[in-house]
């Protein structure tokens, strides 16, 4: 056995002993454990050994997990310096690269941040709204009516055309179905567990899982370098993000390389599409198992004028926003956000030495009963007439590091579910028990998410 395979087998080692208690188990059956049943995995832990506790894996071997709101503000509001969210996110280096904002640290994230943030708010991101409700509408037109089908492609279908128009400024054509196919093949190959098992990163050809992936990739760099240099070439002024991206300048007056713009744009397209598409299945999901908030929506929704939803309208809907809002707390598509410590620092009363990873967990916290009362208990209402703590529900992660695309998301979702419910209600399809299962780094509902679309 080599060097390697001996320390993932392991027992604990005695350094670990002035961490948080946890299992026992070698690395590796933690690292598996958490990769097929990563919510019942959280949990039977908390359970055993209290919050917070330590995890071994096999490439991270001091994790130490929190669930309380104060040593979740502890981490978030820490020195960023010290605090590297970037090498937490090291196994999406291969899907990413190097340069994008979710693996840079210290003052280079600082400065991709502020370059890329513009784009994604204000009267820029409103800008896209019509965009959001004309591709639904295309979609939803596509939708079988009264009998089943898996909506979870779907909504990918939909909120990947949505960053391409948006991002990509392509609309229509042989190049938008190019495009669309190029990075669909990609995220199909990402989705598999070499992500999060560094030693099962092997080519062994075109029909291995990994060498799928290296392939998918190759296709779609091929895809991003193409549109950059289109964009390089032509003298039309444009209003999508990637001509935005390419005008922007860093405090230095120098411009994104096109190696930048690749890896900024692979980490739009895998964290504006993938995870938003995810959480619009687990809506269905919930409005299906909840009636009564189903019909709540729709009231909402007829209060509105005209026959279909402006991209305006869907800014003025509290109860779908609120039903979001606890989808997310419920059904977080991301189980954890991490941070690397580089100098040894104090969090939540245990003294943790450099080297480990601080992790908040979002499905913990979520589920804490101390912070949501009758957590599993799915509540819109929770959210109405309330700013919720950034430290109790934090779906796109926090501090300094959350997700630049959280408003665009969320005004996205807003848009989609609203054109889709204005003339339609769901219902569930026979014979199906929804679970989470794992779809590379998301919670994802299982078989796709079936369901039943009628007309009201």
């Known amino acids: 056995m080599t060097t390697a395979a001996r320390r993932m087998f392991r027992p604990r080692e005695r350094e670990t002993r002035a961490l ?89 994230h600082v400065r991709e941040r502020k370059l890329l943030l513009p784009p994604f708010h204000g009267e820029r991101m409103q800008s896209y709204g019509e965009t959001m409700r004309e591709v639904t509408a295309e979609a939803l037109r596509r939708w079988p009516v009264g009998r089943p089908f898996a909506v979870q492609p779907q909504t990918q279908a939909i909120t990947l055309d949505i960053i391409l128009r948006t991002v990509f400024g392509v609309s229509e054509g042989e190049e938008l179905e190019r495009v669309r196919q190029g990075i669909d093949r990609l995220v199909q190959g990402a989705s598999n567990p070499a992500f999060l098992v560094p030693w099962l990163q092997r080519d062994l050809g075109p029909r291995s899982p990994w060498g799928r992936f290296l392939r998918a990739r190759e296709a779609a760099d091929a895809l991003l370098y193409e549109q950059i240099e289109a964009r390089r070439a032509s003298a039309a002024e444009r209003d999508d993000v990637l001509s935005m991206m390419m005008t922007a300048r860093y405090e230095d007056g120098r411009a994104m390389t096109p190696r930048e713009l690749r890896d900024e744009l692979m980490t739009l397209l895998v964290a504006g599409h993938e995870t938003t598409a995810t959480s619009l299945a687990w809506v269905f999901h ?44 419920l059904s977080p598509v991301i189980a954890s956000v991490g941070r690397v410590l580089s100098a040894p620092r104090r969090i939540g009363g245990w003294d943790l030495p450099a080297g480990t990873m601080a992790v908040p967990s979002i499905y913990l916290v979520h589920m804490n009963p101390r912070v949501w009362p009758e957590p599993t208990r799915f509540d819109p209402e929770r959210h109405l007439g309330l700013r919720t703590s950034p430290y109790t529900h934090f779906p796109f992660g926090g501090g300094i590091r959350r997700c630049i ?6 005004y996205e979702m807003r848009v989609v579910l609203a054109t ?29 998410m079936p369901l039943v679309l009628e007309r009201r």
């Open 405 to 410: 695309g959280m408003a665009f998301a969320l």
């Open 20 to 108: 948080p208690p946890g299992p026992s188990w070698p690395p590796a059956a933690q690292l598996t454990a958490w990769m097929l049943r990563p919510y019942p995995t959280l949990q039977h832990i908390r359970r055993r050994y209290g919050a917070p506790f330590s995890m071994r894996f096999p490439n991270y071997p001091h994790i130490v997990t929190f669930d309380d709101p104060e040593h979740v503000k502890e981490i978030f509001t820490g020195p960023w310096r010290e605090l590297h969210a970037g090498q937490a996110n090291e196994t999406l280096r291969p899907l990413v690269g190097t340069r994008s904002l979710l693996l840079l640290d210290g003052e280079e």
């Open 420 to 448: 889709v419910l204005k003339r339609h209600g769901v219902r569930a399809a026979p014979g199906v028990r929804i679970v989470p299962r794992r779809r590379s780094v998301t919670m994802a509902p299982s078989q796709d």
């Open 286 to 329: 919930h409005l299906i198992e909840h009636p009564h908030v189903q019909a709540r929506v729709h009231a909402e929704l007829d209060g509105l004028p005209g026959d279909g939803v402006s991209a305006d309208g869907a800014h003025d809907l509290p109860y779908l926003d609120a039903v979001i809002k606890e989808t997310m707390r």
